[in-house]
């Protein structure tokens, strides 16, 4: 009896680990299948965000070649880095929000008790930018030129503007 019992115990023991082998080695299977279909899902999603973000900055001076040649010229001590002007260019644009009327260049006369300054900027190509402006309660966009002078001061001239309903 004692021997049948070994052998009972002995069977039972290998079936054991042989079920755990089998759920242990189907685990990481279904774990490695899970990790891919994740990993893939991520990058599925990645790509579409990178192309999104590409084709939202399709108009920016950032990725417009054209017009990020249109400041170098032939004196390479002329030539004017994109890098270096769209802060630059944005920094003019914001200084004139210390106006006690407003930002002139938003295209509106203040309405209420606040003035109209300019929130958002973005450099569309080497002439046009638009902006986002307040008050506080009243929003607006306006599209602007700019220019650069010889004397590397910058110009700004309000081409558009679009003041939003309340």
Do not use: C
């Not at 192309?51 to 900055?57: R, V």
């Not at 417009?64 to 644009?93: H, R, W």
């Not at 450099?123 to 306006?142: K, P, Q």
């Amino acid at each position: 009896m004692k021997k049948s019992f070994l052998l009972y115990a002995f069977i039972i023991l290998v079936l054991m680990n042989v079920f755990t082998y089998s759920f242990y080695s189907s685990e990481v299977s279904f774990e490695q299948k899970r990790y891919e279909k994740t990993t893939k899902k991520l990058k599925d999603s990645l790509n579409s965000i990178t192309a999104k973000l590409n084709d939202a900055n399709y108009f920016s001076l950032e990725k417009n070649e054209n017009a990020q040649n249109y400041f170098e010229s032939g004196d390479s001590e002329k030539m004017i880095k994109y890098e270096e002007l769209i802060p630059y260019v944005t920094e003019k644009l914001l200084d004139f929000n210390t106006n006690p009327k407003g930002n002139p260049y938003v295209g509106q006369d203040q309405i209420g008790a606040h003035k109209f300054i300019i929130n958002k900027v973005k450099i569309l190509n080497h002439r046009w930018i638009i902006a986002d402006y307040s008050d506080g309660e009243i929003w607006g966009e306006v599209l602007l030129k700019y220019f650069v002078n010889s004397d590397e001061s910058i110009s700004f001239e309000v081409n558009q503007t679009l003041l939003y309903q309340k």
